[in-house]
């Protein structure tokens, strides 16, 4: 069962990964040709005598083959943890059907690995961000991540802990109260880091992380309509199967 699983979680994560790409290639790479042309300005105004770097690989294969090969590669991983985490808490979270537990599940996601790290630590765009910090910026980054999931988790098994005895009305909101206080406290104690140039278009600084935010939406929202259709159909049986015909019916 959970190799079926994990199969169509991964297969799941090759639709999200396509979907991804089609959205970040028509919203997000604009933004990316700014930054790109904003930082060879600024490169050229600084070093006039300097010959630019030649492309390793040029901007038309990053933006398509170099992207979908990423975006796809992202989605199969997260897809195989997805179908692992589905199968650990399938009837563990509570009474809920496949679909609605992968919903559940996506949702949870999002917000836990998605949205808190990036209020906190917010994707840049090139040009945006010292080269000698990109260390520490992604340290912090995976720490307030690995908060966010920790604190996650205990949200959902405070909320299982207090629903036989407060409800599952009460027992959440205090749970979800508890999660939100957790990470406003981490998100108050660790550093902000700011490297935005002054002269950087806000539009486009606001655009582009609005896109990055987008394509990681659409990946769980795929995860969370698309694998539970899969995992429902492989974990409900047939509602009416038919009779072995080598059986002989019970006499009346």
Do not use: C
């Not at 933006?63 to 975006?71: A, E, F, H």
């Not at 492989?234 to 009779?243: F, K």
């Amino acid at each position: 069962m959970v190799r079926n699983l994990l199969i169509r979680g991964m297969l799941t994560g090759v639709l999200a990964g396509a979907l991804a790409w089609v959205f970040a290639w028509v919203f997000g790479e604009p933004q990316i040709r700014d930054a790109i042309a904003f930082e060879e300005h600024g490169h050229e105004a600084g070093a006039a005598g300097d010959h630019p770097e030649e492309e390793v690989v040029s901007r038309g294969v990053q933006s398509t083959i170099g992207m979908l090969t990423g975006v796809g590669v992202y989605g199969i991983a997260i897809g195989g943890l997805f179908a692992l985490v589905f199968a650990f808490a399938y009837g563990r979270i509570g009474p809920f059907r496949p679909r609605a537990t992968a919903g559940l599940l996506a949702l949870l996601g999002f917000v836990a690995v998605i949205v808190v790290p990036f209020l906190k630590y917010p994707a840049n765009p090139p040009a945006v961000g010292d080269s000698d910090t990109i260390g520490r910026r992604t340290a912090l980054y995976f720490g307030m991540l690995a908060l966010s999931v920790l604190f996650a988790a205990a949200a959902v098994i405070l909320a299982r802990r207090l629903t036989d005895r407060l409800g599952a009305w009460n027992a959440v909101p205090v749970a979800v109260g508890g999660f939100l206080v957790a990470v406003g406290i981490a998100m108050w104690a660790m550093p902000t880091v700011n490297e935005v140039p002054a002269e950087f278009s806000a539009t486009v600084l606001w655009r582009f992380r609005v896109a990055s935010l987008g394509v990681h939406a659409i990946i769980w929202t795929t995860f969370g309509l698309v694998f539970g259709l899969f995992a429902e159909r492989v974990l409900r049986p047939a509602a009416n199967p038919r009779p072995d015909p080598r059986i002989p019916a019970a006499a009346g």
